[in-house]
């Protein structure tokens, strides 16, 4: 946007976004809006309609635009217009009101402490707002206050480390007038809750803050005024007027202080008299919390549960340091409270405890102290015991759960929970318990089928020796009544599935147990359930399944006139492909082209009927594709050495099917992409043993590649490399292929922000590079080629996509490692040759490119792949690559308006940190280190 748009023109795309009913002018709004506030003149433009105050939209939309600027776009204004930005901000800012709607006093406080936090000139900048606004504008000083020390905690903003150990020190320094402000006003209005309640919570809320900084030193906060205004919020026990006018936020306020100070206590534990304020004075909060119940007032149910779940997480090391001698209670204590809201009607309240229930398996599981874990036995029985009851359904619920019902993702992370804890128990232990439960009088569906729940959590665990209960639970199942409710039968047919290992152990059982499954697939709502029970038995015991084969394959034959769904299908056909594996080689073939063929029929009729794909239905080719991509993963098996594999024939009866599909459905890139994976699997099924089809295969997906550029052929293409690189007469036309995807995928990249809109075809272009390095790097260095590949690569460092940077470094890295490694193999020399004459050439801004990456465009997480690079190049040549680092860094700015500010000293720390580094793991260190300089 070149020219500065008319404030009319502004009003009117405002007014169109939030006013105007046609969706297609408030889509062209919004884009125009956007595109605007990307522009220079959103500056002025903001600062005016927030002088005009027209109305609350064109407000908040400016106090956004404004924020927006600030936060992303600051490097935009040079140094001397900081002040009149600041004078302008300080002018809104001291317009407000208490009626001013509180989105845009947010906007305007975080515009106002993202400019503090890059304005390095504006020292004492909290003072100054205190002085400037204490006595007029308290409403809105507190929000700044509040918001401040919460954009340095959340490095939203790119400051650089030293900037802010600069501002938080400031902001240290300011800290005890800060803390004089917050008593002061929390003296004059927690008196009257019932007037200043916003005040009241934004005190709260700035206090937290600060302290959660560590601005405020924890030394200072035994007795202060808002910890005890926050306790007292918390300590209400009656039921009266005055407690019912606490608000729901203030309580919430509260809630988020007193947590804060645990996490902080947890972080600096040797606070022994804030340690004991702070527990003393949470074991206080249990009767509060029992009368939250009665009031049947479930948010503040849960702020307690929060904070008796975090004092277990701030305790809990010296909890487990305690447990055995005389100071026990102190742990029973806490796990008493946190077991109390387990207790809660409400599963919501309950899950607020999973993550202390991890930590403590954790520690346990790490200790190994047998009789540590002991003592804990009772608490994680009490707490087994209230799960199953919040896992039980609603009695008068029909049917099963739906998938993506709350309900169901709670019972799911119950199950992830007990896996993790059950140890403490024993998984026969509370396997037993459960069945128990189960021979209870008068015990109902819902409870039967809640501790079949659980049951079915432990089966995989209980010892595949027991005798006594899992026959007993298997013969139940077995003779189960045709009425019994569906979801108690579902969960029974489950538990069978997860109760494989034991069955594989028990052979006697397996017969009784298929012709179970079996009977169960056609079942309406159990179907899915069996189907899946039935692929945990077939991949636990397929030593024993081989002579079920027919009667496997005739369901096979019927599987689509059940009430399952195709990922059930699926699972069964991965049970039954790894059933073949395992059959006398000769027996193989014929199973395995019946399973095939009952899904390239379906595919061969639907190319000859010409009918278009639907997709999830029987007419989607991806239905059968990846029925068949599911056959060939699951067969595995072992051949000698000159054994012709007994998957062969049927390989070549498969694959003018495939090709056949390649060639209709060319533009649809989801059927390729199922397509390429299916003759993926089909090749690793047999490995090097199908060159017949090689030069069909490649020269079908250099021209499909050429026409349609769908990436899936380029990662197909990696997948030939992989099997048949290492056969010399087959190199020369798999680099042929190389050159032939060249051209299309260049074509690609080089459009606008072709790296950025394409990532899928970089991962896998170098993906296909990476293979050709490992498997024929002398051929590949030799091709001309390679040059282009090496700079391609050179752009694509600092790509922020996972896979695709991943893959860019691994194709660096098996390059460099090809140079230095391999010594006792053919044409070692050449191909090192080859690979220093690259780097002589590219060395230098390889090295260049890393580090700029990991600085300024790669997250955190992608820097061990960035180190792996560095850390191959220094094993090849540790002084020349010191040197190209050390141009590296010199080039990195060394000071960012006044805001990024990094020393020759901290640069010339991490040359030497990373030039001495002799593993990957320390090279990330200093990337990581460096990365924080600039953000």
């Avoid at 926050?230 to 209400?236: K, Q």
């Avoid at 594709?625 to 009866?653: A, K, M, Q, W, Y």
């Amino acid at each position: 946007m070149e020219q500065k748009p008319s404030l009319d023109i502004v009003y009117l795309a405002i007014s169109t976004l939030y006013s105007n009913p046609n969706a297609n002018e408030k889509e062209r709004a919004s884009q125009w809006l956007a595109d605007f506030q990307k522009s220079v003149h959103a500056w002025t433009v903001a600062d005016e309609l927030l002088h005009h105050k027209r109305d609350l939209e064109s407000c908040y939309f400016a106090a956004h635009t404004m924020r927006t600027k600030i936060h992303q776009s600051f490097h935009e204004l040079p140094v001397e217009a900081h002040l009149s930005l600041r004078d302008s901000l300080l002018g809104h800012i001291s317009q407000i009101t208490e009626g001013t709607n509180t989105v845009i006093v947010t906007q305007l406080s975080l515009a106002l402490a993202d400019l503090i936090l890059q304005m390095p000139s504006w020292q004492r900048a909290t003072l100054d707002l205190i002085n400037k606004f204490s006595q007029s504008h308290l409403w809105a000083l507190l929000e700044v206050l509040t918001v401040l020390p919460e954009e340095l905690e959340s490095r939203s903003v790119r400051l650089g480390e030293n900037r802010r150990i600069e501002v938080l020190e400031d902001f240290k320094q300011c800290a005890p007038t800060v803390n004089e402000f917050l008593k002061h006003c929390c003296s004059n209005y927690s008196s009257n809750i019932h007037e200043n309640v916003q005040v009241n919570i934004k005190i709260v809320r700035s206090f937290t803050s600060w302290v959660s900084l560590g601005a405020i030193p924890l030394q200072d906060i035994s007795g202060h005024i808002v910890v005890s205004h926050a306790f007292s919020v918390l300590c209400y026990k009656q039921e009266s007027d005055k407690h019912q006018s606490i608000v729901g936020a203030l309580h919430d306020a509260s809630t988020d202080c007193v947590c804060t100070l645990l996490q902080c206590l947890e972080d600096n534990n040797n606070q022994q008299n804030l340690e004991t304020y702070l527990f003393n004075s949470v074991l206080s909060f249990e009767e509060a919390y029992h009368l939250s119940v009665a009031n049947e007032d479930q948010e503040k149910s849960m702020n307690y549960c929060r904070i008796f779940t975090e004092l277990g997480e701030a305790f809990l090391e010296k909890i487990l340091n305690t447990s055995t001698d005389k100071s026990h209670h102190f742990a029973m204590k806490v796990f008493d409270l946190v077991l109390i809201c387990v207790g809660h009607h409400d599963y919501e309240v309950a899950e607020i405890t999973f993550n202390l229930w991890y930590l403590l398996s954790e520690e346990l599981y790490q200790k190994n102290n047998k009789a540590i874990t002991e003592l804990y036995r009772p608490y994680v029985e009490r707490l087994v015991t209230a799960l199953c009851r919040h896992c039980q359904m609603e009695p008068d619920h029909d049917g099963l759960l739906e998938d993506g019902d709350d309900f169901k993702d709670f019972r799911m992370k119950v199950s992830d929970l007990i896996k993790d804890v059950v140890f403490i128990v024993g998984s026969s232990s509370c396997f037993r318990q459960m069945f128990l439960n189960l021979q209870a009088p008068g015990v109902t569906w819902d409870s039967t089928e809640a501790a079949l729940f659980i049951m079915q959590a432990v089966a995989k665990n209980v010892l595949p020796t027991e005798s006594e209960v899992v026959p007993k639970v298997v013969e139940a199942i077995l003779n189960i009544p045709e009425n019994t409710h569906t979801a108690v039968r579902h969960t029974s047919v489950l538990l069978l599935g997860e109760l494989c290992e034991w069955v594989e152990k028990h052979p006697e059982s397996l017969d009784p147990i298929l012709s179970f499954l079996v009977c169960c697939l056609p079942q309406a709502g159990i179907g899915a359930a069996a189907a899946t029970a039935l692929q945990n038995i077939c991949a636990a015991c397929n030593d024993h399944m081989p002579r079920h084969i027919p009667i496997l394959l005739q369901l096979l034959h019927q599987v689509d006139t059940f009430a399952i769904t195709n990922n059930a299908v699926i699972g069964l056909l991965k049970g039954v492909g790894a059933i073949v594996g395992r059959m006398p080689h000769g027996d193989i073939p014929p199973a395995l082209r019946e399973l095939c063929l009952m899904q390239i029929t379906p595919i061969c009729q639907l190319i000859e009927q010409d009918a278009i794909p639907v997709r999830g239905t029987k007419t989607d080719p991806v239905l059968w594709l990846d029925r068949l991509s599911s056959i060939f993963r699951n067969v595995v098996l072992t051949i000698t050495e000159g054994e012709t594999h007994p998957c062969r024939g049927v390989v070549l009866e498969v694959w003018p099917v495939l090709s056949r599909t390649f060639e209709k459905y060319q533009s649809d890139v989801r059927i390729m992409e199922r397509c390429c994976r299916s003759v993926r699997f089909m090749l690793r099924c047999v490995s090097q043993q199908v060159k017949e089809i090689l030069e069909s295969l490649v020269g079908q997906i250099i021209v499909l590649y050429g026409l349609h550029k769908h990436s899936c052929f380029l990662y197909l293409g990696s997948i030939l490399v992989d099997e048949y690189a290492t056969d010399m007469a087959c190199v020369q036309g798999l680099l042929e292929m190389l050159q032939a995807f060249i051209g299309p995928t260049f074509e690609v990249l080089r459009e606008d922000n072709g790296l950025r809109n394409h990532p899928d075809t970089v991962d896998d272009f170098f993906r296909l590079c990476a293979r050709f390095m490992q498997r024929a790097p002398t051929q590949f260095l030799q091709c001309t080629a390679t040059s282009h590949i090496f700079q391609c690569g050179l752009l694509a460092c600092s790509l922020d996509h996972k896979e695709a940077n991943t893959s860019v470094m691994k194709f660096f890295y098996d390059l460099i490692s090809t140079a230095r490694s391999g010594r006792k193999h053919d044409n070692y020399e050449e191909r090192a040759k080859l690979v220093r004459q690259l780097l002589d050439e590219y060395g230098q801004q390889l090295v260049g490119n890393l580090v700029h990456a990991s600085v300024f465009c790669l997250h955190s997480y992608m820097l061990p792949e960035v180190a792996d690079v560095i850390l191959e190049l220094l094993e090849l040549d540790r002084e020349l690559i010191g040197k190209w680092l050390a141009n590296a860094v010199e080039s990195l700015p060394k000071d960012g308006n006044g805001v990024i500010t990094v020393s020759p000293q901290q640069l010339n720390e991490f040359h030497i940190a990373v030039c001495r580094s002799n593993t990957s793991k320390s090279v990330t260190h200093a990337l990581k280190d460096l990365t924080r300089l600039y953000r």
